[in-house]
């Protein structure tokens, strides 16, 4: 399924959840679906045994929903999910060229604990922090002579995050969020021939899109 199918069915399940009744400012029992556009930008390190170097991910750009319940008017958890896809490298090596390691898709679910200000007003700012489980897969080791097979280890990491709501109709709100995730992998070519362990691909995830927030009743 294409990104852009999706987003049109993420957005589909919202217009049908838009029927709930509307409410002013956040409160306990609410439930909030956002569609994001992120940026999810590396900033990797971490050499390798064989070759030397620094294993790298480039950026990508994707869609993301996350899903947040509000445990009190200002308490709340997040769960997001999103898959980026990333070209893969080990780049200034002693072989006096890069290495492609072809491509590779991540699955950083991520679940935070967030604290929301001003919950009754348009715009509300918060701050979260939490754990994710980052899983790499669907790896394609590409074109390079050298490499004949990549492998990525998944595991967790911790995650902070920042962003901002602005409700501008009813329980439609438009969001912009940054998240720093921590996540390591222990990348392994050619079957051990070639390790760099402990990699940090640690990226910031810049994102901006819309909300609709709706009370389910759970906290009467």
Partial sequence: MTKHRVMGLLLALTIILSGAGPSIGKEAGDFMIRLRGIGMIPQESGTTDA??????????????VDFTYFLTDNIAFELIAAITKHDAAVKNTTLGRDVAL???RVLPPTLTL????????????YLGAGINYSVF??????NDPAVNKVDYTNGFGAAIQAGIDWQFHKNWSLNFDVKKIWIDTDISVNRGAINARDAEVNPLVIGFGIGYRFNTGWSK
């Fill in 51 to 64: 070759i030397g170097g620094n294993a790298s991910l480039d950026n990508d750009f994707a869609p993301e």
């Fill in 102 to 104: 072809g491509d590779v």
């Fill in 114 to 125: 967030q604290y929301h200000f001003f919950t009754k007003e348009k715009i509300s700012p």
């Fill in 137 to 142: 897969f669907d790896d394609d080791i590409g």
